[in-house]
């Protein structure tokens, strides 16, 4: 199957078209400034959003990157909404274009997925991705980067109740709006291919539990669930566990790395991650219970749904939100882990009608087509918060 590992790769004049021609149509613009490119926050919040509106009758998204923001600036006069999205460096240009926006009435929102806007959560930061302070430095300047950046916006959109509440509530009750995290076409018709393939192969001995962790900032997470993983490993020797991106293990683990039962894959481009999870029979999703963490958007959930790779999750705000307890997927608690595996490990079977209900939902819930109402609705309902 061929693969487009960067479809967002679309020439500015081209994007630049694409907006003056949807307001040909009749259509309205939401303009949004990335950093740069990236296969991950930005895919989510800028590709497939735009892929998404590009099937509405109502909006289109637009998005550039700062090395752009003149074709940006450009466009402000006929367009309806500016969106910063993750941007992590201010300086004055980003103050002069949200003048700008102003002086022609749109409203600017602050578009983030993480709690990092500002210093008030960075030590409870730190205690679950850097607790050792490593990146002291760098993330005590991005957070205050975000900081700065969100004085120039008259609200935000984040990814969750949870994250949009928290960020009113510390920014003098600016309003939000809540656009989830989404699949894109590309993800949806691999991740198909793969389940196809994974239906014609032969069950594998060995029962496989990933962990795709994308950095070591999630050692913490892993540690949530750490002992109780090492005791299955530990009786039950055709247990694996694949690890997924960067990540340090305590001495602890040495002999179950040694004899194979612990694999590790370096970071991954996302349409190879999707593999990699298509060939684990369970998903760990396991986060420490804390403001940080209930900020975090449900996509570990939904991208192994849709190769019908069934998730035990931590109970945060959005996996309590978006997975039915053994219906669609499995909620645990720190002590729960150990049963909740073995009983999947002891009966195989039992995930298919999970997997076939938890990736029904999502391809409900997280497609493209559905998203294109939600963000219509949500765009909506900016424009009208903000009329003047």
């Keep these: 199957m061929k693969i487009n590992l960067e479809p967002w790769k679309i020439p500015s004049e081209e994007r630049k078209a694409i907006a003056k021609n949807a307001k040909k149509a009749g259509k309205k613009v939401a303009l949004m400034l990335y950093p740069s490119p990236d296969a991950s926050t930005f895919r989510y919040r800028g590709y497939n959003t735009f892929c998404a ?27 309806d909404i500016l969106i910063f999205s993750r941007l992590n460096h201010w300086d004055y240009v980003l103050d002069d274009l949200a003048m700008l926006a102003h002086n022609y009435g749109l409203p600017i929102l602050n578009d983030l997925d993480d709690c990092v806007c500002g210093l008030k959560h960075v030590k409870q930061m730190f205690n679950t991705v850097s607790p050792d302070l490593i990146d002291r430095d760098y993330w005590i300047n991005t957070c205050a980067n975000f900081e700065l950046v969100s004085y120039a916006a008259d609200g935000f959109i984040a990814t969750n109740e949870y994250l949009g509440k928290l960020l009113s509530n510390d920014h003098d009750k600016k309003p939000y709006f809540v656009i989830q995290n989404s699949l894109n076409k590309e993800q949806i018709e691999y991740s198909e291919f793969l389940v196809r393939k994974k239906h014609h192969q032969k069950k594998q001995k060995n029962f496989t539990l990933g962990y795709f962790s994308g950095s070591a900032t999630h050692a913490v997470d892993l540690g949530v669930i750490y002992p109780e993983i090492l005791q299955l490993l530990a009786d039950f020797p055709d247990i694996r566990l694949r690890i997924v991106g960067e990540m340090h293990l305590p001495e602890s683990a040495t ?134």
Excluded at 55 to 72: A, G, P, R
Excluded at 295 to 319: D, G, H, M
Excluded at 321 to 329: A, D, E, L, Q, V
Aim: aromatic share 12%; net charge negative.
């Design 53 to 79: 509106t590009k099937k509405s009758e109502k909006w289109q998204l637009i998005y550039f990157f700062l090395d752009e923001i003149e074709i940006l600036k450009s466009l402000i006069p006929d367009s």
């Design 255 to 388: 002999p179950f790395i040694k004899r194979g039962q612990i694999e590790f894959y370096p970071i991954v481009d996302f349409m190879e991650l999707q593999r990699l999870i298509s060939e684990v029979d369970v998903n760990l999703a396991p986060l420490a219970d804390n403001i940080f963490t209930n900020c975090k958007s449900e996509l570990k959930y939904f991208e192994a749904a849709i190769v019908e790779t069934p998730t035990i999750a931590s109970p945060t705000f959005t996996f309590e939100t978006s997975i039915k307890n053994g219906k669609t997927g499995f909620l645990c608690q720190p002590g729960e882990w150990y049963d909740a595996i073995l009983e999947l490990y002891k009966n195989r079977g039992l995930n298919n009608e999970v997997v076939r209900a938890a990736k029904a939902a999502c391809l409900k819930e997280y497609s493209p087509e559905t998203m294109t109402e939600k963000i219509d609705k949500v765009f909506d309902e900016i424009l009208k918060r903000f009329k003047k």
